[in-house]
């Protein structure tokens, strides 16, 4: 994402009226010298081409160094007299050499001016500064300053005149200073209240996203395009991120081929925490979890290799969250973080979207889609579970390791590779049986896909050798990339399931 940065465009200089230009260049030229008065000749009109004369004034001689009475001396100062100072202000674009030389025509090589100032919102070149510099010497003018556009914006831009920027101009960098210091202690405060909340690791919290400009929660039917557009809706958030919280913002089940860099996904169950349904609506609660069933079978009967998840996570920004109600209230007790909604993009600030491979415990491996094609696979009504037939315990015979972990409840073992003819009656969707020795309690384990394939093909990924190792060890074989072996792939299911859906 590009990095925006806050700028301030070049100041319209020849949008004040001439007489204005001149007030600022007065302005900024009060503390330029120790003044004994600056005055705004301009004004008037009649000026001798003087737009601004200021005198500077000038250090009282130590008592040491007076004459004594006796000796010549020059009159004594007037205490309103010092260095005259003249100021040119031209509200010209562009000023060139011979411009120069024409302004400085009226400095009077006579009685010069200790010093002069010329300022224009030009960019003088070096030749105007030469120019500039080597009339001034001529006339006799001991100190001279070139301001130009450079030099004026430089001015503006200084802490000691921000009155002087937001008088003429209508900007105050210490204003927006004091804004920024309230926007990050904002930011600050609503990072560490989260992290109160959820700590620094990953999680899975469930939040409540809120409109701002919502007043009618938790009454839905207050909004009659409340399903298009929620003006709140409940998310999990996995994690604090430098920048804000990330929150999941949408999970499917998903279908992947890596090797043909294919992908699919059904939008119709999401595997975030479910929507909340009124607990009196029983019909409504049933019909979800029909739904729910009827996908999440036609997705455990996909291939383990080609199983996946569809992920959204989004970014929620500190500063975006104007108020963070950590106890909730029903009928969503958990963290409110109130938010603007902005049209399709809700609360959100960025999206990424990504799939999720699972290898038993270990933490999820992350596919990004680029360069992935979306094709047809999930279909737009799904059937009813069905089961096959239920083979009775002592059918399937497994190494004792196997099965202790497997009726112990170890979900990373999702399939069983054998090379003689064992188990060919085991067919999709049947039922097999394992006793638990510790409490002789069944479990039950269903056949979601079945496969006759070589090492080789089988054994692909980055875990390649580690996974075909454990196989060895099982086997009691070591395996070459051509023998053939028939994979029966399965997960846990349960008793109430089986009597639910058996025909």
């Known amino acids: 994402m590009p990095k925006i940065t806050r700028t301030i465009g070049p100041f319209h200089f020849e949008d004040l009226d001439p007489k204005r230009f001149e007030d600022l260049i007065r302005a900024l030229a009060n503390d330029f010298k120790d003044w004994q008065s600056i005055e705004a000749t301009g004004r008037s009109g009649s000026d001798d081409g003087i737009d601004v004369r200021g005198y500077e004034r000038i250090a009282k001689p130590a008592e040491s160094d007076i004459l004594d009475e006796d000796e010549e ?64 010497v001529k006339k006799g003018v001991m100190e001279f300053y070139l301001w130009g556009r450079a030099e004026l914006e430089g001015m503006l831009l200084l802490p000691k005149n921000d009155r002087v920027l937001f008088t003429f101009f ?34 899975h919290w469930p939040v409540l996203l809120r409109d701002t400009n919502d007043e009618h929660y938790p009454f839905e039917e207050q909004y009659p395009d409340f399903n298009k557009n929620p003006r709140w809706k409940r998310f999990e958030a996995r994690r604090i991120h430098p920048q804000g919280l990330i929150v999941r913002h949408q999970h499917w089940y998903a279908y992947l081929d890596v090797d043909k860099k294919e992908f699919d996904f059904t939008v119709k ?12 609506d029983w019909t409504a609660r049933q019909k979800e979890g029909e739904l729910r ?30 108020v ?102 085991l067919k999709e969707r049947d039922v097999f049986m394992l006793k638990s020795a510790r409490d002789n309690s069944l479990k039950y384990f269903q056949v979601t896909h079945v496969k006759s394939t070589t090492v080789g093909e089988h054994f692909a990924g980055a ?15 070591e395996l070459v990339d051509s023998d053939v072996i028939n994979v029966f792939e399965f997960k846990q299911t349960y008793d109430w399931r089986i009597e639910r859906y058996k025909g």
Not at 93 to 116: C, H, M, Q, T, W
Not at 184 to 191: E, M
Not at 269 to 280: A, E, F, G, T
Request: charge should be negative; aromatic fraction near 8%.
């Open 73 to 136: 001396s020059d009159p004594a100062l007037h205490p309103m007299q010092g260095n005259t100072w003249i100021f040119q202000c031209k509200r010209e674009k562009e000023i060139g050499p011979k411009r120069v030389s024409a302004i400085l025509a009226e400095v009077d090589e006579n009685d010069p001016p200790y010093g002069f100032i010329l300022a224009a919102p030009a960019n003088f070149s070096k030749a105007s500064y030469d120019t500039f510099r080597f009339d001034l």
């Open 170 to 203: 209508g900007i105050s960098l210490v204003s927006r200073r004091r804004s920024r210091s309230t926007e990050i202690r904002g930011k600050v405060v609503n990072k560490n209240k989260l992290l109160r909340i959820m700590g620094e690791g990953k999680g």
């Open 269 to 280: 169950v999401s595997l975030i925490q479910p929507h909340h349904v009124d607990d009196d």
């Open 293 to 322: 069933d009827a996908i999440e079978d036609f997705w455990d009967h996909l291939p383990n290799r080609n199983k996946a998840e569809y992920c959204k996570n989004s970014l929620v920004r500190f500063e975006d969250m104007l």
């Open 324 to 425: 963070i109600d950590e106890k909730g209230i029903t009928p969503d007790r958990c963290p409110h973080i109130f938010v603007d909604f902005q049209n399709h993009k809700g609360p959100f600030s960025g999206s990424h979207d990504f799939l999720e491979v699972r290898h038993g415990y270990s933490e999820p491996e992350r596919i990004s889609l680029k360069e992935f094609k979306r094709i047809k696979v999930f279909p737009e009504e799904f059937s009813t579970p069905t089961i096959g037939t239920v083979h009775v315990d002592g059918v399937v015979q497994l190494d004792s390791d196997t099965h202790r972990l497997l009726v112990n409840g170890n979900e990373g073992i999702r399939e069983i590779c054998v090379m003689d003819g064992r188990y060919t009656f």
């Open 463 to 477: 875990d390649r050798e580690f996974r075909k190792e454990q196989l060895e060890r099982r086997l009691d074989k």
